[in-house]
Structure formats: C-alpha cells, structure tokens
C-alpha cells in the first residue's frame, strides 16, 4: 500500500501531475498521452508505471491496446493530496486541454484508420474476438479444388494462406498496403496466389474471373454493402457464388468507436435487401456456434447465388 511520502513523491513530478489531470478527465491510451503532453512515448510509459505502481491510475486492456484512467477508488487521503496538488496546478500547461479536445475529436476511427494502424496484429485480435474455429466451416462453404477463389479483405493473408493448397488460385484483395504487405511477407512466392490492392466497392477483378468471392469479417466495415454485391456480379463465372462469413445483427455499439464498425453485424432479412439489384439472392445463412475462446459476437456464415 503506498505511503503519502510515495505519494508525495510520486506527485512530486509536474510531467506525472500533467499525466494524471489528463487521466482524470479521460480514458486515453499512451499514444494519445504523448500527443497531448508532447512528450516521447517512452517518457510517458515511464511515468505511467510509477502512477501504476502507486495506485493512482487503472489500465484497461482493449484488443491489444491499453487505456488508461485515474483510479475512481483512491482513499480519503490521496484524494485529499490530489485535490490540494490540482488547485495549485490550475493555470500550467493551459494548452492541454486543447489538444485533448484534438486528439479525442481525431479519435472517431473509421476503418481505414483502424487497419492501416493494426497492420500484421490484425491476426492476433480477431483470435481474441472470435477465436479460430470459426474458420474452417467457412471454407467448407467455398473449397473446391478447380476453383478461383477470391479473398475480399484478405487482411494479413490468415484465410489466403489455409486456401491457396486447395484451390486452382486466390486473388487476395485489400484496400489497405499495409495489409498486402503484411500478406506478402506471410505467403512468399505462393505461385497460385495474386495479391491485389484495391476497394470493394471496385474490386480489381476481371469479367467472370471468379467461382466464389469470400467476405469474411469484413463486410461490416463497408459503407455500402449493397454496392460490394453489385460490384461482384461481374466478375462471377456461371457457376459463382458470393460467401459471408460475419457477425449476426448485434448490439455492441462500442465497436463503431474503437474498431470503424460501419454495422453491428448482419441478419438474413438485411443481406437480402442488400443483395437487391446485384443479381443475386441469399441460397443459405447458418449461425455458427460460438467458439469458447472468443468474446465477441456470434457469427454466420452465407452463400449468395444468381437468382
């Protein structure tokens, strides 16, 4: 338990009582503390740990980030001190605050934002999301092996890389190149594998290139799932079909915030109406039962044909 010489000590340093006023103000990650405080994020981490030590800040994890906060639960005395060192403080660094407001009014991420900032860490939060069984009865859905595949939102290459064996080739599609390039350096020089850069909406494929397009977790991050559909329909041979692997319709409103959630998930009643005008038409829709390892939301997998 820390004494009041710790916490005398510890609030004896003006960049820590800048780092706290902040923190009691709001939840921010260390990037953020460092932009406001104009300080390295080094420095910061450093000062963070002595708060954390001495009970004066709490860290939350999110994803594979951390958010930290003052602690709502400190005693009589240390809010006492704190209350004493904060009146004195009042008019240093006036500024901050105005680039907290900046840095908060920056911090509505969309998704471009989220991935072009995760890159290659991508695979190790969706584990965490949703664990990993979820994958093969997605690909049940699609693998044949005289097919082309194409992978819409191939991200770090994870279903590009269980597919490429099985199938006659993948064109893998992103729209971010920090996500080609972290697919490029896990696949090699796989010979049926053609990485492509490029948005959904206009995804780089050629007429009747393709016997199944694959969106999987990643068509909730579209503005406009409708357009994705009209835009794949030319390039589906006879034979094609369109397959979803997402989160049904959810609740959790928090991801809009922190991962650039255009939709909280999808059910069977809203891709039939996106799909409207594609050509298309919802063949099958199946809940999939939730992976234990995982945390977040149930999903599903689809398969559209012409209809």
């Not at 921010?28 to 009970?55: I, N």
């Amino acid at each position: 338990m820390s004494t009041i010489y710790d916490r005398l000590g510890t609030l004896g340093a003006p960049a820590r009582v800048r780092v706290l006023r902040l923190l009691e103000l709001e939840e921010l990650a260390v990037g953020e503390l460092a932009k406001v405080v104009q300080m390295p994020q080094s420095t910061v981490s450093r000062h963070l740990k002595d708060l954390l030590d001495h009970d004066w800040v709490v860290r939350r994890r999110e994803g594979t980030a951390a958010r930290f906060a003052m602690s709502d639960t400190l005693d009589a005395e240390a809010r006492g001190l704190w209350e004493l060192v904060k009146a004195a403080t009042d008019d240093d660094h006036a500024d901050d605050g105005l680039r907290l407001a900046s840095v908060l009014a920056a911090r509505e991420v969309d998704s471009r934002t989220f991935f072009g900032r995760v890159g290659g860490s991508w695979t190790d939060l969706r584990r965490e999301l949703f664990g990993a069984s979820f994958l093969l009865p997605g690909l049940l859905a699609a693998l044949s092996p005289d097919e082309v595949i194409a992978d819409l939102g191939c991200g770090a290459g994870d279903v590009t890389a269980l597919l490429a064996p099985n199938v006659r080739k993948v064109i893998a599609v992103d729209r971010e190149p920090l996500m080609i390039a972290a697919a490029r350096a896990r696949l090699g020089d796989a010979a049926n594998v053609d990485l492509r850069e490029g948005p959904l909406e206009a995804p780089p494929l050629a007429a009747s290139e393709v016997d199944v397009a694959l969106l999987m977790l990643v068509l909730h991050h579209v503005v406009d799932p409708g357009a994705v559909l009209r835009s794949l329909a030319p390039a589906m041979t006879a034979r094609g079909r369109v397959v979803i692997l997402d989160m049904v319709a959810h609740d959790r409103d928090e991801y809009r915030r922190s991962m650039g959630h255009r939709h909280l998930g999808f059910s069977r009643d809203d891709l039939a109406r996106f799909a409207e005008g594609s050509g298309l038409a919802v063949a099958r829709y199946d809940v999939l039962a939730p992976d234990p390892e995982g945390t977040g939301p149930a999903l599903f997998v689809a398969v559209l044909r012409a209809g």
